[in-house]
């Protein structure tokens, strides 16, 4: 079940709320054979320049609702069904801060989702006035959880994470390969996403041997990429790090493709269309080749290519925002569960303290810290080989051996 709350109204709060009085003042046992649903917000960009994530994300969050409830819901809650209620960000922090406090006043009994950091920022601050449940899907600051919030959990690895995970692979490609690749043009968008890891590569890359000989920012939205590829040309990298959003990776590369700029390859950090089979299918020789260190179900997973499927059935093109907000309601339901109550507090306690099967991510059993981080979260390396995306790294996940230099 789903419902859409763009901005919702205080008179349609006030309506659903006399439908629920309407439910209570049923007979007993019509309320015993229908429990109320448990309402769950999904915060995702409906609409904005991150609209397409958002549909995605929304996606494999319906499927994940549809499994559970025909699995017979939530079983420690006398089976109750999940009801999914939509807020829309519309693609900025100030309207996601606004969308939490619509979905709190719906009476949800926990938010998921934010997918930009900026947003996750601001929603989870909205969400902490009311103790409400949050659980972050994919927005990787590692701010979100330092700042002390009791309600808050992030699923997916953070910035330093995620790192750490890339440079270690990073090494291995280079080193398996001879170790050809020893300088690097950081390219990265000027927000909180794209700063914050060029700030991380700046000093994690040189202590690794490799040379660092320009960083490159650029807005968000970003309408032409020229000047950075000229200026890539002129330096001639053998590695481009990127981490940008979709519209502007997509732009990078096309604009590389154009201007025959060939690095020895393209290694992105959560890199955006590197991960989406958008980019692969729509403009297939700018992609291929490229690499990216992201989120991205766990390939060996029967549940992952049926996620899949069920994107293209509806014509749209798979990326890792479907798999990893399936995983995250599925989480949410088996914190229900433990909890045994929709109370905020309970709730709380049992993403505090409790191990939660993972979905379709790759995390094996995830735990939350004390600061509400998924100590499991872990990242995978893909890489665009022929039309496809194929994991690369680690190799327990892996489906296909790295090709680099990808540009000989």
């Not at 709350?5 to 209570?24: D, E, F, M, N």
């Not at 609209?51 to 549809?66: F, N, P, T, W, Y």
């Not at 403009?283 to 060996?300: L, S, Y």
């Not at 893909?382 to 994991?391: A, E, L, P, R, S």
Request: charged share 20%.
């Amino acid at each position: 079940m789903t419902n859409k709350l763009y901005g919702q109204s205080r008179r349609t709060v006030l309506k659903s709320g006399v439908a629920a009085a309407a439910v209570l003042a049923a007979p007993g046992i019509l309320r015993a054979q229908s429990p109320a649903p448990v309402k769950v917000g999904l915060l995702q960009p409906i609409s904005g320049a991150f609209a397409l994530d958002g549909d995605l994300a929304r996606i494999g969050a319906e499927q994940a609702v549809k499994e559970i409830n025909e699995a017979g819901g939530i079983k420690a809650l006398d089976g109750a069904p999940i009801e999914l209620v939509v807020g829309d960000s519309r693609s900025n922090a100030e309207a996601g801060a606004q969308a939490t406090e619509d979905l709190n006043a719906a009476g949800v009994a926990g938010v998921l989702g934010g997918f930009a950091s900026g947003i996750a920022l601001t929603a989870t601050q909205a969400a902490s006035r009311y103790n409400l449940p949050y659980i972050v899907d994919c927005a990787v600051s590692d701010t979100i959880t330092q700042r002390g919030l009791k309600n808050t959990f992030r699923f997916n690895p953070n910035f330093s994470m995620a790192t750490d995970t890339a440079l270690k692979n990073l090494v291995k490609l280079n080193d398996d390969a001879g170790k050809p690749a020893k300088t690097v043009a950081l390219v990265h968008e000027d927000g909180l996403f794209g700063s914050g890891l060029a700030t991380i590569m700046k000093n994690r890359l040189p202590e690794l041997g490799f040379e660092i000989i320009e960083t490159i920012s650029h807005p968000t939205p970003a309408r032409d990429m020229s000047n950075v590829v000229l200026r890539l040309r002129s330096l001639r990298p053998d590695l481009v790090i990127p981490s940008m959003y979709y519209n502007e990776f997509v732009l990078l590369a096309r604009t590389m493709q154009q201007q025959r700029v060939k690095p020895m390859g393209v290694y992105a950090v959560f890199g955006g269309a590197a991960s989406s089979y958008r980019f692969v299918n729509e403009f297939p020789e700018a992609a291929e080749g490229v690499m990216d260190c992201n989120h991205w179900g766990d390939p060996k997973n029967p549940k992952s290519a049926e996620l899949k499927t069920i994107v293209e059935e509806q014509g749209k093109f798979y990326a890792y925002n479907t798999p990893i907000n399936y995983s995250v309601v599925k989480v949410f339901a088996q914190a229900l569960e433990k909890a045994g109550s929709t109370d905020k507090e309970a709730i709380i306690e049992a993403l505090s303290t409790q191990e939660f099967e993972s979905g379709v991510m790759p995390y094996g059993m995830s735990k939350f810290d004390e600061t509400g981080q998924n100590t499991s979260a872990l990242p995978l390396n893909t890489q665009v080989q022929g039309g496809d995306i194929n994991v690369i790294y680690p190799e327990e996940f892996a489906q296909a051996t790295p090709v680099f230099p990808a540009n000989k």
